[in-house]
């Protein structure tokens, strides 16, 4: 579920993407302040827009904004407010983890690029990487798919030149860390990280 927000320029709306394919030809159905986005040769939910937001949840974002149990909590409430019996499949797990880098292989379209297999904990995810300085054995910082980083931009599953990417590998910039250094490269982390474990962006 991702969801985003932005009162300067859409409206006291919230806007909530339930599915990760878009809709091909959109059909609604308001009840109350919530419209319900369906695929209208299906009727699956796709998504909906809740109206007057702020009367049900105090909302400061400008954009793409974290999915918290308690947000998830007050959008459930809100539906069912509006009598619009939608059900939430949110994943709380963590989005930014320790990973480790199995592999790392050249794009074969891309002189830039290495695509590179990152053991996370639980599952090993292609992901393509711009990093100069990525290589085989570093335990490094993984966005995973859903991730919402620290300047707004929600991680998706991408391809670039051909090659799909599953995920992020961040530099310290990237998730504003104080003092990060102004240089091109990921994060590579200590070998004592834990691998699978969440990732917490230090404060000072």
Do not use: W
Not at 72 to 94: C, G, M, R, W, Y
């Amino acid at each position: 579920m991702n969801v985003a927000y932005n009162k300067q320029y859409v409206g006291d709306v919230l806007l909530v993407q339930l599915a990760t394919e878009p809709i091909v030809k959109t059909a609604t159905e308001t009840k109350g302040d919530v419209v319900i986005l369906k695929e209208e040769a299906t009727g699956e939910v796709k998504g909906f827009n809740l109206f007057h937001a702020s009367k049900y949840m105090e909302l400061d974002a400008q954009g793409i904004v974290e999915v918290t149990p308690e947000l998830a909590e007050k959008i459930t409430a809100a539906l069912q407010a509006n009598e619009a019996h939608i059900s939430l499949d949110v994943d709380f797990s963590p989005k930014f983890v320790v990973g480790y880098v199995e592999t790392k292989e050249k794009h074969p379209n891309a002189d830039k690029l290495s695509i590179c297999s990152v053991n996370v904990g639980d599952e090993t995810l292609q992901i393509v990487c711009g990093a100069p300085n990525v290589e085989a054995g570093q335990k490094v910082v993984v966005a995973k798919v859903g991730a919402v980083m620290p300047s707004g931009m929600l991680i998706k599953a991408g391809n670039l030149r051909g090659v799909d990417s599953f995920g992020m590998l961040c530099s310290a910039r990237e998730l504003a860390i104080p003092g990060a250094p102004d240089v091109k490269g990921i994060l590579v982390l200590e070998e004592e990280a834990e691998v699978g474990s969440a990732f917490v962006t230090p404060t000072k």
